[in-house]
T-cell receptor
Framework: DAGVTQSPTHLIKTRGQQVTLRCSPKSGHDTVSWYQQALGQGPQFIFQYYEEEERQRGNFPDRFSGHQFPNYSSELNVNALLLGDSALYLC????????????FGPGTRLLVL | SQELEQSPQSLIVQEGKNLTINCTSSKTLYGLYWYKQKYGEGLIFLMMLQKGGEEKSHEKITAKLDEKKQQSSLHITASQPSHAGIYLCGADMGNTDKLIFGTGTRLQVFP
């Protein structure tokens, strides 16, 4: 049973560019959440997708957008990249049930130059 | 200000020693999660606590949630080098399924 997978593992972009990160949830999970983790900090919630819609959102600008597909996989898009967007981007999946433990993928490390 | 405070920020212990990491919130928590992270990698789920006074153990790691559901501790007994990493507490503060994380505790275990 595959856990949460993310691609790519590493990415280097320049300021102003756009990036798309991908996530496949753990088998049986229908909810995907995205987090940004800056160096030395805890993860910060970006947004969450359920039934192909954004269910809730953290304090991130509209440059951050996402999508969830019918197979529950998800994409995170970031437009007009800034140096401060350099971070580890983590995807977490869960099942909408009584104990909604979020299981995390290995992350995508994004470096903006 | 941080909604979830972790202490200590870092910990260096000798192999075989016991240690405790604390996680404190000013608000009542709906759920408290403990994760472990190797540097630059994803988070590995350790335990989840939901009820006041709840205590769970897995191998040599025990986590507790206080009766008021505002403070949790993670205790490692007889630490080993494999316990080294960053321990993060995450909390659901409004039954929203959105996790707020502390800044983490970096644990090093030397032989």
């Amino acid at each position: 049973d595959a856990g949460v997978t993310q691609s790519p593992t590493h990415l280097i972009k320049t300021r102003g560019q756009q990036v798309t990160l991908r996530c496949s949830p753990k088998s049986g999970h229908d909810t995907v959440s995205w987090y940004q983790q800056a160096l030395g900090q805890g993860p910060q919630f970006i947004f969450q997708y359920y039934e192909e819609e954004e269910r809730q959102r953290g304090n991130f600008p509209d440059r951050f957008s996402g999508h969830q597909f019918p197979n529950y996989s998800s994409e995170l898009n970031v437009n007009a990249l800034l140096l401060g967007d350099s971070a580890l981007y983590l995807c977490a999946s869960s099942w909408t049930g009584p104990e909604e433990t979020q299981y995390f993928g290995p992350g995508t490390r994004l470096l903006v130059l | 200000s941080q909604e979830l405070e972790q202490s200590p920020q870092s910990l260096i212990v000798q192999e075989g020693k016991n240690l405790t990491i604390n996680c404190t919130s000013s608000k009542t928590l709906y759920g408290l999660y403990w994760y472990k992270q190797k540097y630059g990698e994803g988070l590995i789920f350790l335990m989840m606590l939901q009820k006041g006074g709840e205590e769970k153990s897995h191998e040599k790691i025990t986590a507790k949630l206080d009766e008021k559901k505002q403070q949790s501790s993670l205790h490692i007994t007889a630490s080993q080098p494999s316990h080294a990493g960053i321990y993060l507490c995450g909390a659901d503060m409004g039954n929203t399924d959105k996790l707020i994380f502390g800044t983490g505790t970096r644990l090093q275990v030397f032989p």
